[in-house]
């Protein structure tokens, strides 16, 4: 929600999803290639401000970005 003045966020959406690892040739150098992430299956997830603000809800929607994490324990769960 915009004023003249002020915002206000509703809530945060997240485009996400399974990918894989695709290589290919650079445009101006075809003898240049680069490894990129390819999305496969593409997802959004929409969380509202307030449960946004939660610790256990942030973590959640890191670990979509980086699921290594997933190893490490859970603050909130530690309390």
């Known amino acids: 929600m915009h004023t003249r003045s002020t915002y ?16 290919m040739a650079r445009s101006d ?7 990129v992430m390819r999305l496969v299956h593409a997802f959004e997830i929409f969380t509202c ?9 942030r973590r959640e929607r890191e670990l979509l970005f980086r699921t290594e994490l997933q190893a ?8």
Do not use: I
């Open 8 to 23: 206000r966020v509703d809530y945060y959406t997240l485009h996400t999803g399974d990918v894989e690892p695709t290589t």
């Open 49 to 57: 401000v307030d449960c946004y603000a939660q610790a256990r809800v």
């Open 72 to 79: 490490v324990p859970d603050e909130d769960a530690r309390t």
């Open 29 to 35: 150098d075809p003898s240049d290639v680069v490894t």
